[in-house]
């Protein structure tokens, strides 16, 4: 019975580690939503709802729900990635390693003035 309830214990913790533990060498670059990347595509792994009010015009949307499915979509280019917070970013550059893609740095949302913010989250 101890032997079951540490397997638990051990698989949980580590689920919860795979998602908060940072991923190697992605580090935070200034990402604007009017930057030109030559040679580097950006990826908005932002859920469709608060990209679509909140636009990278030379972003791939590919929010992280559908990253697995649709990343054979993506250039074979260095990734940059557009994210909502560090969780998020995680676990996008740690699927797109496994799937052979490069990933260089990432941005988060809302974090420079040049930045768009969502209408409703204007005011805070």
Not at 58 to 77: N, T, V
Not at 84 to 106: C, P
């Given at each position: 019975?101890m ?5 638990l ?14 991923a190697?060498?992605?580090y935070?670059?200034?990402?604007t939503?009017h930057?030109?990347f030559?040679?580097r595509?950006?990826?908005d792994?932002?859920d469709y709802q608060?990209?679509?009010k909140?636009?990278y015009p ?6 992280l ?13 260095p990734l940059?990635?557009?994210?909502t917070?560090?969780?998020?970013k995680n676990?996008?550059?740690k699927v797109?390693?496994k799937?052979?893609f490069?990933v260089e ?7 420079c003035?040049?930045?768009?913010k ?7």
């Amino acid at each position: 019975m101890m032997v079951v309830i540490s397997v638990l214990i051990m698989s949980a913790l580590y689920h919860i580690l795979y998602r908060i533990w940072p991923a190697r060498s992605v580090y935070k670059v200034p990402v604007t939503p009017h930057q030109s990347f030559t040679g580097r595509a950006v990826v908005d792994t932002r859920d469709y709802q608060i990209s679509y009010k909140d636009p990278y015009p030379q972003a791939y949307c590919l929010p992280l729900a559908y990253l697995k499915r649709h990343a054979g979509e993506l250039p074979d280019l260095p990734l940059l990635l557009v994210s909502t917070n560090e969780i998020e970013k995680n676990m996008a550059a740690k699927v797109l390693r496994k799937k052979g893609f490069t990933v260089e740095g990432y941005a988060l949302a809302g974090e420079c003035e040049e930045c768009p913010k969502v209408p409703c989250m204007a005011g805070s």
